[in-house]
């Protein structure tokens, strides 16, 4: 079944708000099985609405509007579509009294132009609108087999209906299922991963493999399609063992697991472990990431960012003649403030990060990107070197963030081995 | 000028990323004077970008498109882009060189169809990417007046490389230029805001006046357009002095700042004064912020995420017997917290969050939503209770990020008037 997504609404067209519903509609009906080879927006304007619809109803199986049900004269999607599709507008009594009773249940005055909403064009189906006044609305062309369904705009009206009529309705057109598993891989390019990958993807069809670079991660999807639920996972299982016998253990941190901070605070709660964070270059944005996760404060007490020195020295008791001797972007700082705040916190592992985000701060031997990343255990302690710099402008955000994606994944390469 | 906004990318299709793109290009093209009658999404599959791309250059001046300018097999925007332009791919050797420089510095391995970023149509121009590898790529059929756009499809790159190259371009086109102004708004809804300039936005047409609304802030754009640069700035002025007549001060809490954590710095900065943090449900997104600012060094050299009742007493000094009297997310903690990170640091303020972000945690005196931001200079010692929640599911990120906008508001306020 192919579907297209047409989007109405002059708000959408000129940015003030962004399409949310195209994306919730797309990945409900890949999950469902369905086809999505374009979606559109187009304003509330009849004559290039009725161009869009013609040719969406012209290449599809389905075409589902959302916005423009609403009850100012700006919206006319129903209008257009009853033009496009031959019917007369009809007056539908149940969805009147409906509206009639949403407004005297919210105590609000209905006025005259509600009762707009009432209008369907002849031999549709309305569906119900639990969460607004204006109905949804099915329509059939039996004779070309094309099927129009129209929502309303705001996504609470729109999301509810189409879980409650128009999945079900699709389900049982389509009677397929999905299933899809998500490979996370961290320290390889995305086009490194798709050059060891490439023979495998091009000689899938069912399931299908696709790679999705997400700032220095690659996410490494697979979509399977069957007739039921279950049938869908067996075919998964086969595909992620083959990935795993081409892409080096070391680099894949988990299956489905959400992202790199997820991944660790699961195996520390797995391991009763507990974690403590040093921050200076990225100020806190480990700790931030690791409190993201529900249920981290299990394995997470205490992150301090020592953003100077002295705070370096006195809270994290790096000595200032290692500081002066090594410089505060080294090595030696880097396992000093890891020591440091694990014994503070009494964790079980202590992690650190010192380094140069730019745009100043740069030296010959620090320069902008050069970031150390500190672990302490009570077996060990040591620090990684990182070159995060892409050599661009703007990019102390860029740096902060793949510097703590290395600290959670390094951490994560600690716990497993160790 | 006509405009499509056309994005490729399957991910965009299948669900798998909302479609932040097209709303940016929208607003920016709205604002440069231009047209945008109709955006598309379409996959990376040729016959189908082929046939949109036919459509979307017949109707308009100009098309842009987003995505598909990557290394891998799947990226084929501009392959097909020729093949619509009747041009042959040339290998263009100054992208080529700009890669490998970009390679080069940060020290990773160049891949083989890195190489593939290099070529472009015959004829066309590429457009520097100052935050990734894939130059953009801008083609002129000068006999059919005209012009297709492609710019790479993380919005990181594409929104630079638009700012930087695209805006210039169309200004010089339609000989117009347009300066804006954003004034800052913060603790007043969008739909209040939006209520009280009412009358002056609809009163305006040069220049124009829109809000935007942006996680628990407001931003108010005005936008001018003129021959030169500097009349269009003198037509800003008088509209901001409107604007402050009719926002009550205390909201408005700069112009053309940026975001609250820059205005926060520059004013300590200005102040010489230092600040120092105490996060727990905020988790240290506070001093994440702060640090995001180039120089925020001279003003923040401690934050502190206490994130278990432990660390709280152990790093900042919070009275036990405080805690249980009067429980752990509550005003006297919030209190204590910000005064132990304040004195601990020796800073002039000290800010702390406790509450709860949910999922779990919540009681009845202390639901989800419901967080402390305390505040302590050398003279007084105060918090103040936020309710955060807007009862939808997965907001934890959202209350997180609320409270952090809150207490840097907070901050900054108490700042401006002591």
Redesign the interface.
């Known amino acids: 079944m192919n579907v297209e997504i047409l989007c109405v609404g002059t708000e959408?067209?000129?940015?003030?708000?962004?399409?949310?519903n195209?994306?919730?509609?797309?990945?409900?009906?890949?999950s469902l099985g369905a086809n999505?080879?374009?979606?559109?927006?187009?304003?509330d304007?009849p004559k290039?609405l009725k161009e869009?619809l013609k040719?969406a109803i012209d290449k599809n199986d389905l075409v589902i509007t959302t916005g423009g049900l609403g009850p100012t004269c700006d919206d006319l999607t129903k209008e257009t579509v009853a033009e496009v599709f031959n019917r007369k507008m009809i007056k539908d009594d149940n969805s009147l009294n409906r509206i009639k009773e949403y407004f005297a249940k919210s105590g609000r005055e209905m006025s005259v132009n509600n009762e707009k909403q009432a209008l369907i064009p002849e031999g549709a189906v309305t569906l119900e609108n639990n969460n607004g006044t204006a109905p949804g609305i099915l329509i059939e062309d039996k004779n070309n087999n094309k099927t129009l369904i129209m929502l309303p705009g705001p996504p609470r009206e729109m999301e509810r209906m189409f879980k409650e009529s128009v999945a079900p309705y699709i389900s049982k057109r389509t009677g397929k299922t999905l299933v899809s598993s998500t490979v996370h891989i961290f320290g390889m390019?995305?086009?490194?991963v798709?050059?060891k990958l490439?023979d495998l993807m091009n000689s899938l069809t069912n399931p299908t493999l696709?790679?999705?670079?997400k700032e220095g991660e690659v996410q490494l999807?697979i979509t399977a399609q069957s007739d039921t639920k279950e049938n869908a996972k067996s075919m998964i299982q086969p595909i992620i063992e083959k990935i795993k016998s081409i892409i080096p253990n070391e680099y894949i941190y988990g299956i489905d697991i959400g992202n790199l901070q997820t991944a660790l605070v699961k195996l520390l709660n797995e391991k009763n472990m507990k974690i403590a964070?040093a921050?200076s270059c990225?100020?806190?944005?480990?700790?931030?990431r690791?409190?993201?996760v529900?249920?981290?404060?299990n394995v997470?007490?205490?992150?301090?960012?020592?953003?100077?020195e002295?705070?370096k020295n006195?809270?994290l008791k790096v000595d200032n003649n290692l500081i002066s001797k090594y410089g505060v972007v080294s090595e030696e700082v880097a396992k000093a403030m890891a020591e440091g705040v694990r014994k503070?916190?009494d964790s079980d592992i202590g992690i650190s990060t010192t380094g140069v985000a730019?745009?100043?701060?740069a030296t010959d031997k620090t320069p902008i990107?050069c970031v150390y990343v500190g672990v302490s255990t009570k077996n060990k302690c040591y620090a990684t070197k990182l070159?995060?710099?892409?050599?661009?402008?703007?990019?102390?955000?860029?740096i902060?963030y793949l510097a703590s994606s290395n600290a959670l994944y390094i951490a994560l390469t600690e716990l497993k081995n160790n």
Chains 1, 2 share one sequence.
């Open positions: 959408i067209l000129l940015g003030d708000i962004v399409n949310t195209s994306a919730f509609l797309a990945r409900e009906l890949a999505v080879f374009h979606q559109s927006v187009v304003g304007n290039r869009c040719l390019g995305e086009s490194a798709e050059y490439r696709a790679p999705y670079a999807r964070t921050e990225t100020g806190g944005l480990i700790s931030k690791i409190t993201e529900s249920g981290s404060s997470f007490e205490c992150g301090i960012c020592s953003y100077s002295r705070i006195k809270a503070f916190a730019g745009p100043t701060g990107g070159n995060l710099s892409r050599g661009k402008n703007d990019e102390r955000e860029l902060r």
